[in-house]
């Protein structure tokens, strides 16, 4: 499965981004779908995951309580709303997915990988 990240771009301290990841065929649906980030001289890491059903979810501790993932299996799209966006959110983030449906928090558990979206947040 192919994998489609956008939706990001420049934005103030404070302000809000929708991150959208499109999968080229519905096999999609029978994923566990996880976004991930990595800042400039940092390694990769997990943001947040959601199993193939949408019916559990999982978040960074550094995300939790603001970011929210959820995915439309009918138009084969994850979303990653973030609000209250802050400098350390700056990053590339990409989503990947897991065909063993459940969700997991490492990379090396997720198969195949978008070609990452950029989110700089300004101070």
């Known amino acids: 499965v192919q994998l489609q990240a956008s939706g990001g771009g420049l934005v103030q301290a404070g302000g809000s981004l929708r991150l959208t990841c499109e999968a080229s065929d519905r096999t999609f649906s029978r994923y566990a779908i996880a976004w991930f980030r990595q800042a400039p001289g940092k390694e990769r890491e997990f943001v947040a995951a959601i199993n193939w059903s949408g019916g559990t979810t999982y978040y960074a501790d550094s995300v939790k309580d603001r970011f929210t993932i959820s995915r439309d299996n009918a138009k084969n799209t994850v979303y990653l709303q973030m609000p209250g966006l802050e400098s350390e959110d700056t990053a590339v983030y990409y989503c990947?997915?897991?065909?063993?449906?459940?969700?997991?928090?490492?990379?090396?558990?997720?198969?195949?990988w978008g070609q990452g979206t950029l989110v700089t947040v300004s101070s």
């Open positions: 990947a997915a897991d065909p063993r449906a459940e969700v997991h928090m490492g990379i090396f558990d997720y198969r195949y």
